[in-house]
């Protein structure tokens, strides 16, 4: 069983840019969550997407966005990045079926916003 | 709406000590209940859970935690320290519903063993 891998592992981008990180799931796994954890802070939830739509979103503006694709590889986009925004993001899979509640993550990208 | 809180930002003991980090969580529906660690520049790995049934549940590297819903706790322990267990832990828990998988972090406690 292959593990959950994030793309790129680090990024530098300046303040109002646009960046996307990607992330490829573990096979049948059609559940995909976004995590961002600042410096110093538990994982804190962007949002979660089953079988290509999203299905749950935390405390984050609109500029917070993403894809999941049929090949069980997803993205999160941001745009007009602020300082605020340098943090680690990890992306979790799970096959998304009652009774599994058990998420598997990848090692994060790590993003400094400039 | 569910939370979690990790008393003690900071834990360090003795190698071979006993080790206890703490969790309270904060739940209107049954909770299920993680802990995962996390090395240095690394993502998160799934030490334990609670989901059903027993309360006291083991997990990988020797810990394990005891749900006690009276006390709404989930506290980790391992009986003794090994200087590999250093690293930052964190409690998480989830709502029940199908498809709802969203975890809610604690801040985290970063465990120090003493050699």
């Known amino acids: 069983e292959t593990g959950v891998t994030q793309s790129p592992t680090h990024l530098i981008k300046t303040r109002g840019q646009q960046v996307t990180l990607r992330c490829s799931s573990q096979?049948?796994?059609?559940?995909v969550s976004w995590y961002q954890q600042a410096l110093g802070q538990g994982p804190q939830f962007i949002f979660q997407y089953y079988r290509e739509e999203e299905n749950g979103r935390g405390n984050f503006p609109p500029r917070f966005s993403g894809l999941q694709f049929p090949n069980y590889s997803s993205e999160l986009n941001v745009n007009a990045l602020e300082l605020d925004d340098s943090a680690l993001y990890l992306c979790?899979?799970?096959?998304?079926?009652?009774?599994?509640?058990?998420?598997?993550f990848g090692p994060g990208t790590r993003l400094t916003v400039t | 709406a569910q939370s979690v809180t990790q008393l003690g930002s900071h834990v360090s003991v003795s190698e071979g000590a006993l080790v206890l980090l703490r969790c309270n969580y904060s739940s209107s529906v049954p909770p299920y209940l993680f802990w995962y660690v996390q090395y240095p520049n690394q993502g998160l790995q799934l030490l334990l859970k609670?989901?059903?049934?027993?309360?006291l549940v083991k997990g990988i590297n020797g810990f394990e935690a005891e749900f006690k819903k009276s006390e709404t706790s989930f506290h980790l322990t391992k009986p003794s320290a090994h200087m590999s267990d250093a690293a930052e832990y964190f409690c998480a828990v989830s709502a029940s519903a199908f498809g709802n998988e969203k975890l809610t972090f604690g801040t985290g406690t970063r465990l120090t063993i003493i050699p």
């Open positions: 096979s049948g796994h059609n559940t």
């Open positions: 609670y989901t059903t049934g027993a309360t």
């Open positions: 979790a899979s799970s096959p998304g079926d009652p009774g599994s509640y058990e998420q598997y």
